[in-house]
């Protein structure tokens, strides 16, 4: 069974950093490209960041040059790196797995609140 | 960026009828491999969301078969042939065709 587990969400000032983790389960994991999505409180959906299978790292405009995503094949765990955090970086970041092209698998979410 | 555009917003339905949402993309969704480039997805109150359809009409595992896609090129459409209670949510659209996915704003489905 296919299982994402996000942590690394809390309560962070702006300016601050943060490291999210998303450790996976079930599945050959350097198969499979991962992608973080997130959701401000009552807002829809927004695409991050996508590892693909061979290592290429895609990032949303808002998050160029502040976000890192990596993997770790080792540890089944994909990161996002998170510098330079925003009042607007708040929000539910989910991670989830690819197959093709969609989003057959996401975790519970982490929180992660940018606010002095 | 391809812009995606869902309608209605807001969608009461009485349990056993039909449902219907539409979504629109900014440009076409048909990829080379002749496969059009839409997923639905479903969030239930509280829960992360979840896969219903990929490639404009293919139902994930476990989706009923009530869930039903089509369209093609820019328009396509989600359809519920007979609405539970279980179904209440915010469906989302997803332009796949792009690494850089855009999402619809959502349609909040709810019982009358």
């Known amino acids: 069974e296919v299982h994402l587990l996000e942590s690394g969400g809390s309560l962070i000032q702006p300016g601050g950093s943060l490291r999210l983790s998303c450790a996976a389960s079930?599945?050959?994991?350097?198969?499979?490209?991962m992608t973080w999505v997130r959701q401000a409180p009552g807002k829809g959906l927004e695409w991050v960041s996508t590892?693909?299978?061979?290592?290429?790292?895609y990032y949303a405009d808002s998050v160029k040059g502040r976000f890192t995503i990596s993997g770790d094949n080792s540890k089944n765990t994909i990161y996002l790196q998170m510098n330079s955090l925003r009042a607007e970086d708040t929000a539910v970041y989910y991670c989830?797995?690819?197959?093709?092209?969609?989003?057959?698998?996401w975790g519970q979410g982490t929180l992660v609140t940018v606010s002095s | 960026e391809i812009v995606m555009t869902q309608s209605p917003l807001s969608l009461p339905v009485t349990p056993g009828e039909p449902a219907s949402i539409s979504c629109r993309s900014s440009q076409s969704l048909l990829h080379s491999n002749g496969f059009h480039y839409l997923d639905w997805y479903l969030q239930k109150p509280g829960q992360s969301p979840q896969l219903l359809i990929s490639?404009?009409?293919k139902r994930a595992s476990g989706v009923p078969d009530r869930f039903s896609g089509s369209g093609s090129g820019t328009d396509f459409t989600l359809k519920i042939s007979r609405v539970e209670a279980e179904d209440v949510g915010v469906y989302y659209c997803?332009?796949?065709?792009?690494?850089?996915?855009?999402f619809g704003l959502g349609t909040k489905l709810e019982i009358k």
């Open positions: 997803m332009q796949a065709l792009q690494t850089r996915s855009t």
């Open positions: 490639l404009g009409f």
């Open positions: 989830a797995k690819q197959s093709d092209a969609s989003y057959d698998y």
């Open positions: 590892l693909s299978g061979t290592g290429t790292t």
């Open positions: 079930g599945f050959t994991f350097s198969n499979h490209a």
